[in-house]
Structures are given as structure tokens and as C-alpha cells.
């Protein structure tokens, strides 16, 4: 089956960097999305970015699909964005199997 | 609109007992999928409901099992409780096509004793 790749797997930053994160995946998808996860357990749906490239305020997203990568953007990081970041995909021909990576877990300091 | 909602919020089981989860969608969404949340196996599918049919399942042993309503509620049930099942449950909704993301409800979170 296909897999997803996600790297780091551990991020440290200070508040007010900018931080990349990577999400490779080894198969065609219909869609890719980016999620964090609060302290609570929800993931927060941040990107439904199946190609191309989006920006919501701080955060963009871009996904190349042609060459099975999306990179999540964070800019001017606040502490409130730490948490897990999970990027998963919707292989071609499934139905309904968001297939996760294992994440990112980003820590800011103040 | 409201988001997915999903009841209990904590569940407290004892092992050889059965649960059942419910899942409330976003009006209109008729796609509800299931994942278990646990710190060695990740986010893993379970399974995924359209229109009242399952439509695809994962790799997960029969205790496991779900069903949708006609109003796209859906419930799953674990029967014969293990050690093993204490877990986040978390439920996912969209309208019905590959061409949408999914939004995840706030999860239930059952331990197991």
C-alpha cells in the first residue's frame, strides 16, 4: 500500500521562526490534506491541497504531485502553534482511507 | 454550521465489555470514517460509510464494527473489550466525493481496565 513520509519527526523552534515541513508519499492520491492536532486530540484540518499551492495567514502549503511531495510552510511561529502535524492522503482508488504519516511534532519556546 | 460531534467525549471500559461510539456529521456530509488514534500504531482507518453502506474497511479484527443511519449518523461498536483497544476514536465527515477534505470531529478517548 501506499506510504507517507513525514519529516522531521521532531521540530524545536524559537518563537517568531519559520519552519518547512515535509510529506512525501509514494503513490498517486486523490487528495492530501494537512491537520494539526490540538492538546485535545482534534486534528484541525489546515490544507485540502490535493496540487498547487495555498496560503492561509502564517501557514501556506504547497503540493507537487507529479514528483509525490507537499511541504507545509510556518511562518512567524507562536507558541500556539505547537502541537503535531499529520499530513494524509486519499490513495487513487480507495474510498474514504486517509492514509497518515506519523507526523511532526513542532515545540515553540517563548 | 456545527462541525462533527462525537459522544462520549471519555469512556471508561472494562475489558470483555462492549462500547459503542456515536458520530454525528456536518449537515449535508454523508462520508463518515472511523480511525483509531494509539502512540505505537499512529492514525489508523478503520472504516467508512456512504449513504448506509460500508464502503471500505480496514485491517482491524470483526470486534470491530459500525453502521450509518439514514440521517448519515453512525455509530461503531467494539465488542469483547482487550487492553489493547484504549485508544482515541476519531470520526471524519465529508460530503460524498473524492473531491473534498475531511473535517474531524473532537474524538472519543476510551480506556480500557
Known amino acids: 500500500g501506499i506510504q507517507v513520509e513525514q519529516s522531521p519527526p521532531d521540530l524545536i523552534l524559537q518563537e517568531g521562526a519559520n519552519s518547512t515541513l515535509r510529506c512525501n508519499f509514494s503513490d498517486s492520491v486523490n487528495n492530501l490534506q494537512w491537520f494539526h492536532q490540538n492538546p485535545w486530540g482534534q486534528l484541525i484540518n489546515l490544507f485540502y491541497i490535493p496540487s498547487g499551492t495555498k496560503q492561509n495567514g502564517r501557514l501556506s502549503a504547497t503540493t507537487v504531485a507529479t514528483e509525490r511531495y507537499s511541504l507545509l510552510y510556518i511562518s512567524s511561529s507562536q507558541t500556539t502553534d505547537s502541537g503535531v502535524y499529520f499530513c494524509?492522503?486519499?490513495?487513487?482508488?480507495?474510498?474514504?482511507?486517509?492514509?497518515f504519516g506519523k507526523g511532526t511534532k513542532l515545540s515553540v519556546k517563548p | 454550521k456545527a462541525g462533527v460531534t462525537q459522544t462520549p467525549r471519555y469512556l471508561i471500559k472494562t475489558r470483555g465489555q462492549q462500547v459503542t461510539l456515536s458520530c454525528s456529521p456536518i449537515s449535508g456530509h454523508r462520508s463518515v470514517s472511523w480511525y483509531q488514534q494509539t502512540p505505537g500504531q499512529g492514525l489508523q482507518f478503520l472504516f467508512e460509510y456512504f449513504s448506509e453502506t460500508q464502503r471500505n474497511k480496514g485491517n482491524f479484527p470483526g470486534r470491530f464494527s459500525g453502521r450509518q443511519f439514514s440521517n448519515s449518523r453512525s455509530e461503531m461498536n467494539v465488542s469483547t473489550l482487550e487492553l489493547g483497544d484504549s485508544a482515541l476514536y476519531l470520526c471524519?465527515?465529508?460530503?460524498?466525493?473524492?473531491?473534498?477534505?475531511?473535517?474531524f470531529g473532537s474524538g472519543t478517548r476510551l480506556t480500557v481496565v
Open positions: 471524519a465527515s465529508r460530503p460524498g466525493t473524492v473531491n473534498y477534505g475531511y473535517t
Open positions: 494524509a492522503v486519499d490513495p487513487k482508488g480507495s474510498q474514504g482511507n486517509l492514509i
